[in-house]
Every structure is written in C-alpha cells, then in structure tokens.
C-alpha cells in the first residue's frame, strides 16, 4: 500500500509541476519580453530614413518598450500569485450515483 501511495504522491507532484510550467502567464509573458527586446534594439538602432517614413516617430521604440512592460507585467503576475494545486482529498466516485 504504501508503495501506491508512493506512486500517487510522485503524479501529484508531477502534475502540480506540469501545471505551473504550462501556466499561459508564463507563455504570454516569455513571448512579450522576447520580442519586445528585439523590437526596442530595431528602434534604437533606427535610421533617418526610417524615421522620416514614420514621420519622425521612433514607432519600433515605442512598441518594443511596450511590449517589453507587458511582458515583465505577466512575469511579475506569476511570480507573486502562482498556481496553487487543489489539495489532495479522498478519491471520488466515477460511476452513477445510486
């Protein structure tokens, strides 16, 4: 007996670790923060031809910055309120009820 629940306490664990890895939190925020760093260095390193296309708005500057606080935003999110698994309670029924 105490080898199943050995075994049950091991996929517990596992889901609990597959849930807070596949939060979309994490996703969003990893995606965001990527790009949004490769958006601001394409708006530093802007030229004059194409800010003058922008009509003098530094428009990937902007963005990637934004981008770039969005995505800190759902990091930070995660990191102060994580996925807290359900507790473990006795198993429940599956069949009808009689």
């Known amino acids: 007996m105490s080898e199943l629940h050995r ?3 091991d996929l517990e664990s596992k889901s609990a670790t597959a849930a807070r890895l596949f ?7 990893g995606l965001f923060t990527v790009y949004g760093v490769i ?3 394409a708006g530093i390193t802007a030229s004059d031809a194409d800010l003058k296309k922008a009509q003098d708005v530094n ?3 902007w963005t990637g910055l934004a981008m770039l606080a969005l995505g800190l935003f759902f990091l ?3 990191k102060l309120r994580p996925i ?3 507790p473990a309670g ?3 029924p ?3 009820a009689e």
């Open 23 to 29: 939060d979309i939190r994490r996703i969003i925020g």
């Open 59 to 61: 428009i990937n500057l």
């Open 76 to 78: 930070v999110w995660l």
């Open 94 to 96: 599956t069949g009808p």
């Open 7 to 9: 075994e049950v306490s």
């Open 84 to 86: 807290v698994p359900p």
């Open 90 to 92: 006795p198993a429940q």
């Open 39 to 41: 958006v601001t260095i």
